[in-house]
């Protein structure tokens, strides 16, 4: 009902005269654009560009969609021409304090954009974060406050500048612009687009046909990231596949504006090591691109054989002739997959710290996984037990070696704890009092030694 109410209700603001919605410089609410829009200042660092068609092949190389590519070309034209480069954005917002190999995806794109001489905008969503991403959602996303997502986005910049160059990158938070954004100026927004072309949106489609809630607030998320690229007068935006839909809303709403639409430029998702789900840190199947060198060596050892190929063309430093022959290579019955896991492993500990510590990483995987040895520094820990002694769940727990006693119980169920080298299945285990501290291990690659007092 409240779908069908929406129109009318914007119509009615119009009639009246509260709002005008037009985008004419002769009658717009706004003259033109809103007056706080600025163009990202262009970095005083010079590259000199390539002819237009090798930009092309090296923007298309490893992409999913260029829509549409003749403007792609007209723009590159222009930009060529004019000694002026374009303004690629993309935006992350900081759901979690960690980028991962994920986001370098679009992150390593932007990187070739700046080697071609265009201008990067490193674009924090620390507004839209508050509203949250229904991309690929089937239920409304739980809001995040400001204060975590302002705690996540310390670390994000510096993150990011360990794939971009600091010298080309604009770095922006989009609270800059919608935050000031009053009633009115959100319902010319909002005017922009219809209900039928939200329920267009595949996600929110099965959702309404499911009957399963859609809050507004989820139809605000795209308009956002819309007014985004029309604050920052974008001419190209990355994105994942799950973004399709609020990219090309950018274009649309840009229009609305005034503005010549941009450009969009999708990258395949990439599946996490669970081989099933989209990387993501609240799925647990991540790969951050700060976790210790022995945690980046573990988990790519744990990705399924089918991911080798893709994740050696979207996140290793490999040029496409050598990926290819990664490909040729697996298609070899004689092929071990652990060992191009390995390559792969090294590789991107050496992107992220050097090859000395790729080495050490693998050493140590080595040591605890093939020869199946405790690592020299384990943390030490004393736990107080009762007169029964120290049970299992709580030391689990209290040890950090879970995050909850469920947790703890889940993991003993699924036989991924041993103590001393013996796996545990019992979960009403204690552990007695003794002078020498337990050794537990919790899955392939985390130990604690547990002493009971």
Same mark, same amino acid.
């Given at each position: 009902?409240?779908?069908?109410?929406l129109?009318?209700i914007?119509?009615?603001?119009?009639?009246?005269?509260?709002?005008?919605?037009?985008?004419?410089?002769?009658?717009?609410?706004?003259?033109?654009?809103?007056?706080w829009?600025e163009?990202?200042?262009?970095?005083?660092?010079?590259?000199?560009?390539?002819?237009?068609?090798t930009? $092309? &092949?090296?923007?298309?190389?490893? *992409? =999913?969609d260029?829509?549409? @590519?003749?403007?792609?070309? +007209? /723009?590159?034209?222009? !930009?060529?021409?004019?000694?002026?480069?374009?303004?690629?954005?993309?935006?992350?917002?900081?759901t979690?304090?960690?980028?991962?190999?994920?986001?370098?995806?679009?992150?390593?794109k932007?990187?070739q954009?700046?080697?071609?001489?265009?201008?990067?905008?490193?674009?924090?969503?620390?507004?839209t974060g508050?509203?949250?991403?229904?991309?690929?959602?089937?239920?409304?996303?739980?809001?995040?406050?400001?204060?975590?997502?302002?705690?996540?986005?310390?670390?994000?910049?510096?993150?990011?500048?360990?794939?971009?160059?600091?010298?080309?990158?604009?770095i922006?938070?989009?609270?800059?612009?919608?935050?000031?954004?009053?009633?009115?100026?959100? $319902? &010319?927004?909002?005017?922009?687009? *219809? =209900?039928?072309?939200?329920? @267009?949106?595949?996600?929110? +489609? /099965?959702?309404?046909? !499911?009957?399963?809630?859609i809050?507004?607030?989820?139809?605000?998320?795209?308009?956002?990231?819309?007014?985004?690229?029309?604050?920052?007068?974008?001419?190209v935006?990355?994105?994942?596949?799950?973004?399709?839909?609020?990219?090309?809303?950018?274009?649309?709403?840009?229009?609305?504006?005034?503005?010549?639409?941009q450009?969009?430029?999708?990258?395949?998702?990439?599946e996490?090591?669970?081989?099933?789900?989209?990387?993501s840190?609240?799925?647990?199947?991540?790969?951050?691109?700060?976790?210790?060198?022995?945690?980046?060596?573990?988990?790519?050892?744990?990705?399924?054989?089918?991911l080798?190929?893709?994740?050696?063309?979207?996140?290793?430093?490999?040029?496409?002739?050598?990926?290819?022959? =990664?490909?040729?290579?697996?298609?070899?019955?004689?092929t071990?997959?652990?060992?191009?896991?390995r390559?792969?492993?090294?590789?991107?500990?050496?992107?992220?710290?050097d090859?000395?510590l790729?080495?050490?990483?693998?050493?140590?995987?080595?040591?605890?996984?093939?020869?199946?040895?405790?690592?020299?520094?384990?943390?030490?820990?004393?736990?107080?037990?009762?007169a029964?002694?120290?049970w299992?769940?709580?030391?689990l727990a209290?040890?950090?070696l879970?995050?909850?006693?469920?947790?703890?119980?889940?993991?003993?169920?699924?036989?991924?704890?041993?103590?001393?080298?013996?796996?545990?299945t019992?979960?009403?285990?204690?552990?007695?009092k003794?002078?020498?501290?337990?050794?537990?291990?919790?899955g392939?690659?985390?130990?604690?030694s547990?002493?009971?007092?």
């Amino acid at each position: 009902m409240l779908f069908a109410l929406l129109p009318k209700i914007f119509t009615w603001l119009i009639t009246s005269g509260i709002i005008g919605l037009t985008c004419q410089k002769d009658g717009s609410y706004f003259d033109g654009n809103p007056p706080w829009i600025e163009k990202c200042p262009h970095s005083t660092t010079e590259t000199t560009m390539r002819p237009v068609k090798t930009q $092309l &092949e090296i923007i298309k190389q490893g *992409t =999913v969609d260029v829509i549409p @590519e003749d403007l792609l070309i +007209e /723009k590159l034209e222009r !930009s060529l021409k004019n000694e002026a480069p374009l303004l690629v954005k993309q935006g992350f917002d900081p759901t979690a304090p960690d980028i991962h190999l994920g986001h370098t995806v679009g992150l390593k794109k932007l990187k070739q954009f700046q080697d071609l001489g265009h201008q990067v905008c490193f674009l924090v969503g620390d507004f839209t974060g508050l509203i949250g991403d229904p991309s690929g959602r089937s239920d409304t996303r739980v809001r995040m406050s400001q204060d975590e997502l302002a705690e996540n986005a310390k670390t994000y910049t510096e993150q990011a500048f360990k794939i971009l160059d600091r010298e080309k990158t604009i770095i922006e938070f989009n609270s800059r612009w919608l935050a000031k954004l009053n009633f009115a100026e959100v $319902l &010319e927004l909002a005017s922009t687009q *219809t =209900v039928a072309r939200m329920l @267009e949106r595949d996600d929110f +489609e /099965k959702r309404f046909k !499911s009957q399963k809630p859609i809050s507004l607030l989820e139809f605000v998320y795209p308009l956002a990231q819309g007014f985004d690229s029309v604050a920052l007068k974008a001419d190209v935006e990355l994105g994942g596949t799950d973004q399709r839909f609020n990219l090309l809303m950018a274009r649309e709403i840009q229009k609305n504006y005034g503005q010549e639409p941009q450009v969009i430029v999708t990258m395949p998702l990439l599946e996490g090591t669970d081989g099933v789900e989209k990387m993501s840190k609240s799925l647990g199947n991540y790969i951050g691109i700060t976790d210790p060198p022995d945690e980046i060596f573990g988990k790519t050892m744990s990705i399924p054989d089918e991911l080798i190929a893709k994740y050696f063309e979207l996140v290793s430093s490999k040029t496409p002739e050598e990926v290819r022959a =990664v490909r040729r290579r697996l298609g070899d019955p004689k092929t071990n997959p652990s060992h191009l896991k390995r390559e792969l492993a090294k590789d991107l500990i050496t992107q992220y710290y050097d090859a000395d510590l790729a080495d050490e990483a693998e050493t140590h995987f080595d040591r605890i996984h093939v020869e199946h040895e405790v690592p020299d520094e384990i943390e030490h820990v004393s736990i107080e037990g009762d007169a029964e002694g120290l049970w299992i769940v709580d030391a689990l727990a209290e040890s950090k070696l879970c995050k909850s006693k469920s947790d703890a119980r889940r993991m003993i169920q699924q036989g991924a704890v041993s103590i001393d080298g013996e796996k545990v299945t019992d979960i009403e285990l204690r552990l007695a009092k003794q002078n020498a501290a337990y050794t537990v291990k919790v899955g392939k690659r985390r130990f604690v030694s547990i002493r009971v007092v």
